[in-house]
């Protein structure tokens, strides 16, 4: 069994609340806890809390994290009316949400947990990577001991930005050049898993309490957006330390500081400046969604 943390932007894009639902039901899965990065984490770290509710795992302790990247401005959506971006609301919370209690903390915990459980510990990052960077910078000793770190992010055949490296590129390198070792699931492989209507319509009629509250927060989400089709882009990132999903290829990696910010460059052989990092190239669409199914019950 596993034991591992989820470090996530829930709240925003809908994938999230679906990588979190599953791993929460995943069996070979012993979830630590959760920690929430990026704007407005308080109001992230109350969502968590409801899902875990509904999931019958009030047990996971969750820590809000940073709000701000280390140097990169926080990104303005497009619809927002001028608020203090760590003050603005995120597109599935809403207010009765505000009695569950946020604490803080995100490093700190990665760090106790890191220094326990060493390589038995394995990271999901699904946001941007700003609080394992600051974990990292703030304690490195413990940090180097992590087992493994799965992300999502990144377009690794493509040098195009995507939004969690986007968002805080510092954070990114900090991460990619620590040597822990690190599976990367990006926008390759990700963009082939398009949520399929089917399985929409089998969450939204469910019984689970879970379910009901994806299909809520899906509605959120989509009236907020607009969006038509949502792309499973976590949950792929989870499901792929659990199966063997996804074809990983070592390959050595930057990411961008200056022009083409949020961008990695990629080489296929060591070269200065450039890190290892295990790369999803391929993924079973079908046994993801197998994976998925069954996780969510449905």
């Given at each position: 069994m596993k034991k591992v943390i989820f470090d996530t932007d829930i709240g925003d894009d809908i994938d999230d609340a679906f990588a979190l639902a599953s791993l929460a039901a995943e069996p070979e899965a012993e979830l630590l806890g959760v920690t929430t990065v990026y704007r407005n984490t308080a109001q992230r770290a109350q969502l968590v809390q409801k899902l875990l509710l509904a999931a019958g795992r009030t047990d996971v302790p969750v820590f809000a994290g940073e709000c701000i990247p280390i140097k990169e401005k926080i990104r303005p959506f497009a619809w927002e009316n001028g608020a203090s971006p760590e003050r603005e609301n995120v597109c599935q919370w809403s207010e009765d949400y505000r009695s569950f209690p946020v604490h803080t903390?995100?490093?700190?915990?990665?760090?106790a947990s890191a220094k326990r459980w060493k390589k038995e510990l394995v990271i999901f990052a699904v946001g941007p990577l700003t609080n394992l960077a600051r974990a990292i910078e703030r304690f490195?000793?413990?940090?180097k001991s992590v087992g493994a770190i799965y992300t999502m992010g990144g377009s690794f055949l493509h040098t195009e930005p995507e939004w969690n490296i986007l968002c805080d590129p510092e954070a990114a390198q900090t991460v990619y050049s620590s040597g822990i070792p690190l599976y990367a699931v990006g926008l390759d492989v990700t963009l082939r898993c398009t949520l399929e209507d089917g399985l929409l319509e089998r969450v939204a009629s469910s019984e689970?309490?879970?379910?009901?509250?994806?299909?809520?927060?899906?509605?959120?989400?989509?009236k907020h957006f607009g969006f038509e089709k949502s792309v499973m882009h976590d949950p792929l990132a989870v499901a792929s330390a659990f199966r063997p999903l996804c074809r990983f290829e070592t390959m050595y990696v930057r990411a961008d500081l200056e022009q083409e910010r949020g961008a990695f460059f990629v080489q296929r052989s060591p070269q200065a400046g450039y890190f290892p990092a295990n790369i999803a190239v391929d993924v079973d669409k079908k046994a993801f969604?197998?994976?998925?199914?069954?996780?969510l019950g449905c």
């Open positions: 903390g995100a490093a700190e915990f990665l760090a490195p000793d413990e940090m689970r309490e879970t379910n009901r509250l994806l299909s809520l927060w899906f509605d959120r989400w989509f969604y197998d994976w998925l199914e069954s996780r």
